[in-house]
């Protein structure tokens, strides 16, 4: 075979061979998979590890909660009853009145406070504002030795629940006004400890979202304490219609 013709051969054959060398990389690349993807990928394998990680978060909350709500016993034992009370209070960045005071103690956003209260020693609280708040049934502890508290108020405290209000015969001596309003763990069951109350002249239950007949709740709430001003705000209800 001559030459030119082998020359000839070879350029007939090169772009057949350019061909399968280049096909590799003309082909369409798979499509990579999204960050979404990928994520939901990451969580499915590790399922279980995440529920168990949100479980423990969960329990790390409320033992949190539960020490910030536990009675100040080294408190009390060094500075009485009341100034532990005062303490517990500004702890959980609430706020108070001495009796025959017109000062008010509270503690900023950040958890700040006055300590001149400490010079109130012996002197009993007779206001505390505990409104948004994660005051629970275990922080009355806390206020049980205020026999003369008279205004006590847990608005929109998430902890706040039928426990709680069972729990409140501690101060049903002393205890006039409540505000338990806009606390969605509370229920009619809750509500129906408050007769215990019996000096109550003002309650507040407003806009909660765990009562389902609010006006039929007032009327009882109204029988149940006579003597006391139900403020019920929030609820589209007729007491004309319910009664």
């Not at 009796?99 to 206001?127: C, H, I």
């Not at 304490?225 to 929030?234: D, F, M, S, Y």
Request: hydrophobic letters at 40%; a positive charge.
């Amino acid at each position: 075979m001559s030459a030119t013709l082998v020359s000839l051969l070879r350029c007939c054959q090169r772009p057949s061979w350019l061909l399968v060398v280049k096909r590799p990389w003309s082909s369409s690349p798979v499509s990579t998979p999204s960050l979404y993807t990928k994520m939901m990928l990451f969580l499915t394998q590790r399922f279980y590890d995440v529920e168990m990680f949100l479980g423990w978060k969960y329990q790390f909350i409320r033992t949190q909660k539960k020490k910030q709500n536990s009675y100040f016993y080294y408190t009390e034992s060094h500075y009485g009853a009341d100034i532990a009370s005062a303490y517990f209070v500004l702890k959980l960045k609430g706020g108070f009145r001495f009796v025959g005071q017109s000062e008010w103690f509270r503690a900023d956003r950040n958890g700040k406070f006055n300590w001149d209260f400490l010079n109130y020693k012996d002197t009993p609280l007779e206001e505390v504002d505990m409104s948004y708040t994660i005051m629970n049934y275990i922080g009355l502890s806390n206020l049980e030795k205020q026999q003369l508290l008279q205004t006590l108020s847990v608005r929109g405290c998430p902890e706040v629940d039928d426990w709680f209000l069972a729990r409140l015969h501690v101060l049903q001596d002393s205890l006039k006004e409540l505000d338990i309003s806009h606390c969605p763990r509370i229920t009619i069951g809750g509500l129906a400890a408050l007769r215990n109350l019996k000096g109550l002249r003002r309650l507040d239950v407003s806009s909660l979202p765990g009562i389902t007949n609010p006006g039929l709740v007032v009327i009882l709430l109204e029988e149940m304490l006579p003597q006391c001003e139900v403020i019920a705000n929030g609820y589209e209800y007729s007491l004309e219609s319910v009664s």
